[in-house]
């Protein structure tokens, strides 16, 4: 090989060459029987929004690297692909697209419309994701809309609703008056807002009255109590009285509860069906009547009386004027409140009663718990935002939507006695909205009606694990558990409680051993990116002017469960690594020596003992998903060690005709050092490894073994010579640097005078220090040098002498100029001035130039170190 037949500089436009490439040869497929280890990675399933976003780039180079380490630790992997495609965002995205409603046209139509946007969607992002170079083995493809996935769903709900774990009931619920819709909790986001507290008179039989404070005057219209704190005695006039609602007249009546906050407000507040979630709570624990005043579509009811018909926002402003305007507004105080809102459309959420499907999620917590604990976190830490969770579970899940692209529910109703039923599981998948069931009712009644309602898009994806373990077949139980559990710490409580879950609830086991938290990603400005701040960077950015391995360098610049801020810094160091570790290469390769023996010299063993550290390090971090460690100790290898001291320290021995076996000895080492760099870097940049393999290796470097360690060759005590060593070079190297002379000049000779333990540690590296700096002669002595200096120059100052002495500056300065500068300097020094043409003159008024002179009385440069003393005298 010649480094012409090498591009001179790395060019990352070839990453694409390389992704063709391994699609090609199948190289990352999963074979699923054999003698290897299987590695399964319940991968997540995202939403197919069309584009890949920094976070999701986060999230699957942590997934990539896991897959390809394990790959080369003999692992057979399963690293499949999933697209989660049913729910709101795909419904809201079409309903912008086409600017209409799901009403406006037919269901077939509608989810016709999903399903075309959903599919030019994950095109999309399948593309992204190989650009990437995401190792995916997408022959183990799943999308949550296909018939297959569909059936795995109904099934999953059939078995849990058989065994009493999913029922139907009427039941106050989140409803989202923009998606029409029910949600659960964990799909609820709170936002801050900034609202009106307002104190309103209620008046009291008897002529008195009671004020209260309330942010949802709207809601005044399903008022229904007025609650204090048990040991509020401010109220207790009030106690047995009716107390009138204003505007709308219903009397109500006190009751004491032990959840009013007494320093909120006035200490009494409404209870309005429902206001929020402490609302349920009172109305329940007090059995008070539900007054429904808005609709699923966000409008006052007829209980609204005057304000029927009325927006939300409409009817609060209205209220609020007449309520001041009859005398019952006192004042109004700003305040902020957490406002829940739909996590997909942002709009704030109501609470409904609505006849509704439902997990029993309390019955199962129990084992969620049992199955968090058996499980490896990483970080640990994220397991406390699973457990606390579920310990504040009061409601179950609620899994219908009344949307339309979705998983149907599989159920009809008997048209004659409204009897519930479910689905054969020969029939799945089935759409009861169109599908006949073809059985007679226990009423004799053969006429039925379709549940129109879908499942929530959770109950897809939670069951992820089994699907790609091939369930319900028997034969899952090879594939599950799965090992490893990549996913957000923001979807703990959705996507991983619900799928241990139900995963718990359908097998009793946990589905998978390990799981694996990453962050957020922060924009440049430290706020979350999002696109309302303008701190969105998106990939297709950074892959046009660097690449994707320097992308990937600044994901794997990270640690689990951590927010990691994007930085263009990050990125740009990652790629001025990799055109540096290129470079090295592009000089070394034509030096490589094969896999012979060799006899190696103590630089040898020092670089080589400090490569088994660093596979022993890497391998560990990897183990431990410390991948930032892992990174790190990668590019501090290769940079320092590698490239500043290793490859430059033994130049002079590649072209060496003299010595034979330590020019080998030296291109095997190069060989080694190389090739297991290139091996420990593959996982993060597998572009970039594989264009350097190809040109010194065969085959696929993603199909070769994760490098060995290899004890015998650790030598502690060569390391800490040769990092001596290394010191005194990058000493001597900085020298000729700083005297502007090129590192390659040579030197006549350099003595190097320190301890006799020093001495001991430097001795076996002579030669190789006199060949790196090109040295003729490299000596060592003990104790310290002879070192005197000598004033060999003096310079009149004329700046100084010619403004103060004027028309006998001539005079002095030949004065100087014909003196001895060593008797000068010295009168100097012992007398502080010196007399010259009857002028007394001050060292300011000269200037000196001194050189060393060493031992043997010839000019030297003196270098000193510290920790430990070492004094380096340079004859030039």
Not at 458 to 464: A, E, L
Not at 613 to 639: H, M, P
């Amino acid at each position: 090989m010649t480094d012409n037949q090498i591009p001179k500089d790395y060019n990352h436009k070839n990453e694409v060459k390389w992704q063709k490439k391994w699609q090609e040869d199948d190289i990352y497929r999963f074979i699923g029987s054999g003698t290897k280890p299987r590695y399964i990675i319940d991968t997540p399933p995202p939403y197919p929004t069309g584009s890949i976003h920094m976070g999701h780039v986060l999230n699957w180079v942590y997934m990539d690297i896991i897959a390809r380490f394990r790959r080369m630790r003999g692992f057979d992997v399963l690293f499949p692909q999933g697209w989660d495609c049913h729910g709101l965002p795909t419904e809201v995205k079409v309903e912008e697209t086409h600017n209409i409603k799901k009403s406006d046209v037919s269901r077939e139509e509608f989810r016709r419309l999903c399903v075309e946007l959903t599919q030019e969607n994950i095109k999309m992002m399948k593309e992204q994701m190989q650009r990437l170079g995401f190792s995916q083995d997408w022959s183990h493809e799943f999308v949550t809309m296909t018939p297959e996935y569909m059936r795995r769903t109904q099934l999953s709900f059939l078995r849990m609703y058989d065994d009493g774990l999913i029922y139907q009931g009427v039941h106050p619920v989140n409803w989202c008056p923009r998606c029409e819709t029910a949600i659960a909790f964990a799909e609820v986001e709170y936002v801050e807002n900034e609202t009106n507290l307002n104190y309103v008179r209620f008046p009291v039989d008897g002529g008195e009255d009671i004020e209260i404070a309330t942010t949802r005057p709207e809601l005044m219209a399903a008022c229904v109590a007025v609650a204090v704190h048990p040991d509020d005695d401010r109220f207790s006039e009030f106690e047995g009285k009716e107390i009138e609602v204003p505007l709308f007249g219903q009397k109500v009546k006190l009751i004491k509860d032990p959840d009013v906050d007494p320093e909120f407000g006035t200490g009494a507040v409404m209870i309005c069906t429902f206001g929020d979630k402490t609302d349920v709570t009172w109305v329940n624990r007090h059995n008070l009547d539900i007054i429904e005043a808005i609709d699923e579509r966000g409008y006052m009811t007829e209980a609204a009386g005057k304000y029927k018909g009325l927006t939300i926002r409409e009817c609060k402003e209205q209220i609020v004027e007449d309520l001041e305007r009859e005398g019952f507004l006192l004042r109004k105080e700003p305040v902020k409140q957490n406002v829940g809102t739909c996590w997909r459309c942002k709009t704030p959420i109501e609470i409904l009663v609505k006849k509704q499907w439902f997990v029993a999620v309390k019955k199962l917590i129990p084992d969620v718990r049992r199955a968090a604990e058996e499980m490896e976190w990483v970080p640990e830490h994220m397991k406390t935002r699973l457990l606390n969770w579920t310990g504040s579970m009061d409601w179950d899940w609620c899994i219908s939507r009344q949307r339309i692209f979705a998983t149907p529910i599989p159920v009809w109703y008997c048209k004659e006695c409204g009897r519930v039923h479910v689905a054969d599981e020969d029939m799945l998948p089935v759409d009861p909205a169109r599908d006949d069931p073809g059985i007679k009712c226990e009423c004799g009644s053969t006429e039925f009606i379709g549940e129109e309602d879908v499942l929530d898009t959770w109950m897809d994806s939670s069951i992820s694990p089994l699907s790609v373990a091939g369930w319900p077949d028997e034969s899952y139980r090879d594939l599950f558990p799965a090992n490893l559990r990549p996913q957000g710490h923001d979807i703990i409580r959705t996507w991983a409680f619900y799928t241990i879950l139900r995963c718990m609830a359908l097998t009793g086991e946990k589905p998978f051993s390990e799981i694996v938290i990453n962050g957020m990603v922060f924009g440049e400005d430290g706020h979350k990116m999002s696109k309302s701040r303008g701190n969105v960077i998106a990939p297709e950015e950074v892959l046009e002017d660097y690449g994707a391995d320097a992308l990937r360098l600044w994901a794997a610049g990270s640690v689990p469960g951590s927010d990691v801020p994007f930085a263009w810094k990050d990125v740009k160091y990652g790629y001025k690594f990799l055109r540096k570790f290129w470079n090295a290469f592009r000089f070394i390769s034509i030096h490589l020596g094969d896999d012979r023996e060799a006899e190696f010299r103590p630089l040898d063993r020092w670089i080589l003992s400090r490569l088994m550290n660093l596979v022993r390090d890497v391998t560990e971090s990897l183990e431990e998903y410390n991948f930032a460690a892992a990174v790190g100790r990668i590019q501090k290898f290769v940079w320092h060690d590698f490239c500043d001291e290793y490859i430059e320290a033994v130049k002079y021995r590649l072209y060496s005709e003299g010595d034979e076996a330590s020019r080998v000895a030296a291109q095997t080492t190069l060989r080694m050092v190389l090739e297991t760099c290139l091996r420990l870097l593959a996982p993060v940049t597998p572009h970039f490894t594989e264009e350097v393999h190809q040109h010194i290796g065969e085959g696929s470097i993603h199909v070769k073994a994760w490098p060995e360690y290899r004890p015998e060759l650790v030598d502690p005590e060569m390391e800490r010579m040769g990092d001596l060593a290394v010191a005194v070079i990058g000493e001597i190297r900085r020298f000729k640097s700083s005297s502007k002379m090129p590192l390659n000049a040579p030197l006549r000779s350099a003595t190097i005078y320190t301890d006799e333990d020093s001495a001991a540690m430097l001795e076996p590296f002579l030669q190789d220090i006199a060949g790196t700096m090109n040295i003729s002669e490299v000596g060592l002595e003990t104790g310290e040098p002879e070192i005197t200096e000598r004033v060999v120059e003096l310079e009149p100052r004329m700046d100084r002498i010619g403004p103060e002495f004027r028309g006998d500056a001539p005079t002095i300065i030949s004065h100087l100029q014909g003196s001895d500068p060593q008797d000068v300097y010295d009168e100097l020094q012992e007398n502080g001035e010196i007399e010259v043409a009857g002028r007394r003159l001050t060292a300011e008024y000269i200037s000196f130039r001194k050189e060393v002179v060493g031992t043997a009385g010839e000019r030297v440069d003196v270098l000193n170190m510290d920790e430990p003393e070492i004094i380096i005298e340079i004859v030039r």
